[in-house]
């Protein structure tokens, strides 16, 4: 009988043990994301609230790590759900859990932080499901532009290299006036690396009585006409085209298949235009 009384209050300790364990490791995990966050220089004003982390750095680097692994599990599997963002999937992750400047993790684990905090006290003077609405919006900002990027890769670096095999746009032939106003103005807008190596005027036209600005305009009205013709861009689309300067992208695109480039100049002029054509892409999507 006395064993078995020393048995049962055992095991009222060990269950005790367990509890308090469970709450120290609960605690821990939101001091640990505060922790985390201000060594990244990362501030949350809800945070504020929450005591400091005196636990092992090593195990709070750890359960991170271990729940960054099942948020990008999670985001993987919604990815690949859907049909048409599944052959992105892994441009997608390598973006967003490689590059730091982007800001996923930060947002995602803010987040997390904001979830967790359940006290009344916290929330008399924040709004927790508007802080979440606000993180998870941002967060879901960062992934559709990611995905837009990844899918421009394909899509608009394909369209860099046709207007390069081509050396011009896409059925478009142009006049010396409009070669030599394509350079002066591409230039004077330094849309064009001022060390690149190539001819002013290649056709040899008379210059004296040229308006530039004139010309340079004309073909640029012709671009966004050609567009909205073809049903490729909407009116909508090429008033964000007209404000962002799609069209001297392209342009410079042009101008660059004329000019001979080292395999590293074109490559990096390749990823800027495949940039900006995505920046200039995901300010349309609300169109």
Not at 48 to 59: A, Q, W
Not at 73 to 91: G, I, K, M
Not at 136 to 149: G, H
Not at 262 to 281: A, G, L, P, R
Request: proline share 1%; charged share 30%; glycine share 2%.
């Amino acid at each position: 009988m006395k064993k078995f009384s020393i048995f049962v209050i055992n095991l009222f300790l060990i269950s005790i043990f367990v509890k308090c364990q469970a709450n120290i490791n609960e605690k821990l995990t939101h001091e640990c994301l505060k922790h985390y966050l201000k060594q990244r220089g990362e501030n949350e004003e809800i945070l504020d609230y929450v005591d400091s982390y005196f636990g092992s750095i090593t195990d709070c680097e750890s359960a991170v790590k271990s729940k960054l692994a099942s948020i990008y599990a999670n985001l993987r599997n919604r990815l690949q759900s859907d049909r048409v963002n599944r052959p992105f999937v892994e441009c997608v992750l390598k973006d967003v859990e490689e590059d730091d400047d982007i800001g996923y993790e930060i947002l995602v684990l803010k987040e997390t932080a904001v979830e967790m905090i359940s006290n009344w006290r916290f929330w008399k003077y924040f709004s927790k499901s508007s802080r979440l609405d606000e993180l998870r919006d941002d967060a879901e900002s960062i992934i559709k532009k990611t995905l837009l990027k990844c899918k421009g890769y394909r899509k608009f670096g394909d369209y860099f290299s046709l207007i390069q095999d081509l050396g011009a746009l896409p059925n478009v032939t142009r006049s010396g006036e409009q070669e030599y106003c394509i350079r002066t103005v591409l230039k004077e807008k330094g849309c064009i690396n001022s060390l690149y190596d190539f001819r002013d005027n290649p056709k040899n036209v008379r210059t004296s009585t040229l308006n530039c600005t004139i010309v340079y305009n004309e073909v640029v009205e012709d671009l966004y006409n050609s567009m909205y013709k073809s049903n490729e861009a909407s009116n909508c689309i090429l008033d964000i085209y007209k404000k962002e300067n799609y069209a001297d992208y392209v342009l410079t695109a042009e101008l660059l298949s004329k000019i001979s480039l080292s395999k590293s100049d074109k490559s990096k002029e390749k990823q800027n235009f495949i940039n900006k054509m995505v920046d200039i892409s995901y300010e349309t999507k609300n169109c």
